[in-house]
């Protein structure tokens, strides 16, 4: 009987080595499943921010091309600017010597 005994405590032992053994599978399944999910959304956070991220870069290259254009305009709305300053200062030079010139003849010529 002792050996009776013996043989059924040790396959109880046995049983209770296979129900936790069972249940920590179990357990590793479930983390198993709970990191697969939680990598699943992380993927697919990562994929939202990254179609996010190629949207900015191309709202920034936009932007970038649109500054390049304005620049453009303000460089030749300068040099049209800085033309019509020196259109005007000839414009002026000419008069004033062309009232020189009339003076001259008016006045200083006339009295001759």
Not at 39 to 52: A, I, K, P, V
Not at 57 to 66: I, L, R
């Amino acid at each position: 009987m002792a050996q009776s005994d013996a043989r059924q405590a040790a396959l109880l032992s046995s049983e209770r080595k296979l129900e936790e053994a069972r249940r920590q599978i179990h357990s590793a399944n479930r983390s198993a499943l709970e990191t697969e999910e939680v990598g699943f959304q992380t993927l697919t956070e990562l994929s939202r921010q990254r179609e996010s991220v190629e949207r900015i870069g191309a709202h920034v290259q936009e932007v970038d091309d649109n500054i390049s254009g304005a620049r453009r305009v303000m460089i030749q709305m300068y040099r049209r600017a800085m033309a019509k300053r020196a259109a005007l200062w000839c414009m002026l030079i000419i008069l004033v010597i062309t009232i020189v010139v009339v003076f001259y003849f008016l006045v200083i010529k006339k009295d001759h």
